[in-house]
């Protein structure tokens, strides 16, 4: 009966300390690499690679998604606000959602799953092919030349994915709003302009950086330490974009907290 009564306890516990143990160690695998930028040398030519492959070839998912977003969410206000005869208020709808929620959390969420399953897959391969030692055996210091230049490339791109993100989604449902919905152009984007905030802009772009941040660390950490030949790789790229989707979402709710809480 005791036995019965401890093992659900026994199995909390454990789960409860993996789960801090796995916290401390992104924790202390982050702040060595953030150390690292601080630190000559600085590999240049890895970061100017690392953020072309962020920013120019996440761009087309990127933009694809803004433009039908806005366009989806420029119909919708129009159903729902077409009841209370408030149509009025669908530009300024649009544009907020776009550039304090949607532009960030939809973009990382994108980039989370093609960027961080690369970073996960090209170090996790380097890893179980002993490529990560023979950079050690080098005197090449791993967390500087493959961690710290990712980082950096994708806590820079993100924000200005998310920009053209912004603009591309407000275009869409300015798209929808003069060729479907029968607004005058330049009433919707008087409208646009009028209700769109400098704070807005620059709290969608904090958001972004900080999930650049996260999709880069955990892609690169779950890389890092995968372990046990091509299922690991695969393993490490399935919890790389799973853990960057779910600390997107949670600290999309911290920040937004932290910026429009009353």
């Given at each position: 009966?005791?036995?019965?009564?401890?093992d659900p306890l026994a199995a909390i516990g454990r789960a409860t300390l993996g789960a801090c143990r796995t916290v401390g160690d992104v924790a202390l695998f982050a702040l060595e690499a953030v150390s690292h930028l601080v630190r000559p040398p600085f590999y240049g030519r890895l970061f100017w690679h690392a953020f072309i492959e962020v920013a120019w070839f996440s761009l087309p998912v990127?933009?694809?998604?803004?433009?039908?977003?806005?366009?989806?969410?420029?119909l919708q206000s129009y159903t729902g606000f077409a009841r209370f005869n408030a149509q009025s208020a669908i530009a300024s709808v649009v544009v907020i959602s776009l550039v304090r929620e949607l532009g960030p959390v939809l973009a990382a969420l994108m980039v989370a799953g093609r960027i961080g399953a690369s970073f996960a897959a090209e170090i996790g391969t380097m890893r179980v092919t002993d490529q990560i030692d023979a950079l050690t055996t080098l005197s090449t210091n791993p967390m500087k030349y493959l961690v710290a230049p990712r980082l950096l490339a994708a806590t820079i791109a993100l924000p200005l994915l998310v920009?053209?993100?912004?603009?591309?989604?407000?275009?869409?449902?300015w798209l929808i709003g003069t060729l479907k919905l029968g607004f005058v152009s330049a009433a919707y984007l008087k409208s646009t302009f009028d209700f769109l905030q400098t704070g807005d802009v620059i709290s969608g772009l904090v958001k972004a950086a900080v999930f650049g941040f996260i999709i880069a660390l955990m892609g690169t950490w779950c890389g890092y330490r995968s372990k046990g030949g091509a299922q690991g790789v695969g393993g490490a790229t399935t919890s790389a974009v799973v853990a960057s989707s779910i600390l997107i979402l949670a600290l999309d709710y911290v920040l937004t907290e932290i910026f429009f809480a009353q």
């Open positions: 009966m005791a036995a019965i009564l401890l990127v933009a694809l998604t803004a433009v039908f977003t806005g366009m989806v969410l420029a920009l053209v993100a912004d603009v591309l989604g407000v275009m869409g449902g």
